[in-house]
């Protein structure tokens, strides 16, 4: 689920000889330092339990059909791997569904950014129409029905339990779904052949041709906005042309014309496990992905090698999940 954004920019790339001397981190002029990610960070274990419990629980949704599991599914990068995401009923939502691994180290929530922490994140599925399609006032009665929930939320919240309490716990676990120890990590932390010499080639296109002015910081991406179409008219070229509410980004939270087509850039984290791409979920492949993105954020034809290569760094960044690679 990614705007995969390769777009000019002031990024000075290491010279390909520095590549394999930078031992922690690559350091970007004009952007942030490209960095391994944290470790899972240390939560009470009670409220981790409770907000995983709620993340599996399909009583959240108006017809006990879906849970926040359901569109974010941890067996499949934490996403659904589909155009779009499917509420109930058969509701088709709008956009394409964005991972929930590493989503606490996003800058915003959301394609357009509309939300500011997970926890605003965590409400806006509850409530949408095309999604779980309910409210509070429905989701609270029916959890309340169950002893084990009223007990956890008494012991872990004063207020008890509410929309608040509700999503805090969620946001809480979602904290905890890392996907640290990636190849590129091992090589960010000193461990030089962690990367192949192909997926480094592919490293040194990334920087050079400059997808690291956007995909920068911890997650590769997650901390900026830009437009999508900088060098070319994405919107018009693609083949499904009309557009839609979801193609106007950012421009439907603030109103404002330069926030047209402008979306938060992804982070590339896991990157390989979450096809589709972009917001509407069209590219079905990374290497149509970076063909895209190099037509149209570039404006460069960007050759056959020079793409495999950069897929094969794009797929040194799957992590970790408990204990075990992403699949």
Not at 62 to 81: I, Q, Y
Not at 215 to 240: A, C, E, K, T
């Amino acid at each position: 689920m990614l705007v995969l954004v390769l777009w000019f920019g002031n990024v000075k790339p290491p010279a390909a000889d520095a590549l394999l001397a930078s031992p922690h981190a690559t350091q970007l002029h004009g952007g942030d330092a490209l960095l391994p990610l944290p470790p899972v960070p240390a939560l009470p274990e009670e409220k981790v339990a409770l907000g995983k419990r709620l993340f599996f629980d399909q009583r959240l949704s108006h017809d006990n059909s879906l849970a926040c599991a359901g569109c974010h599914d941890l067996a499949r990068g934490g996403s659904d791997r589909l155009p779009a995401a499917i509420g109930i009923a058969g509701a088709r939502g709008s956009v394409n569904t964005p991972t929930v691994f590493n989503a606490a180290l996003n800058f915003v929530q959301f394609w357009d950014g509309r939300a500011s922490t997970l926890e605003e994140q965590a409400a806006g599925p509850v409530h949408n129409p095309l999604e779980m399609a309910s409210s509070w006032a429905e989701v609270i009665p029916k959890l309340k029905l169950d002893s084990d929930y009223r007990r956890a939320f008494q012991q872990l919240y004063p207020e008890g339990m509410s929309g608040q309490s509700i999503v805090d716990a969620i946001a809480t676990y979602e904290r905890t779904l890392l996907t640290p120890n990636s190849p590129f990590d091992r090589f960010l932390r000193g461990e030089k052949s962690a990367l192949s010499p192909r997926e480094l080639d592919g490293y040194r296109h990334f920087l050079e041709y400059g997808c690291a002015s956007c995909h920068q910081g911890v997650l590769i991406g997650g901390n900026m906005y830009q437009r999508f179409g900088v060098m070319g008219d994405y919107f018009r070229d693609r083949p499904v042309a009309r557009l839609i509410p979801a193609d106007l980004g950012r421009f439907n939270v603030t109103g404002r014309e330069e926030d047209r087509h402008v979306f938060k850039v992804p982070s590339l984290r896991n990157v390989a496990v979450t096809a589709p791409y972009f917001h509407d979920g069209s590219a079905d492949t990374l290497e149509k992905a970076v063909v895209i993105m190099g037509r149209y954020q570039l404006g460069r034809e960007l050759s056959e090698i020079d793409v495999q290569a950069i897929v094969a760094f794009l797929r040194t960044l799957t992590g970790e999940w408990e204990g075990q690679r992403l699949q």
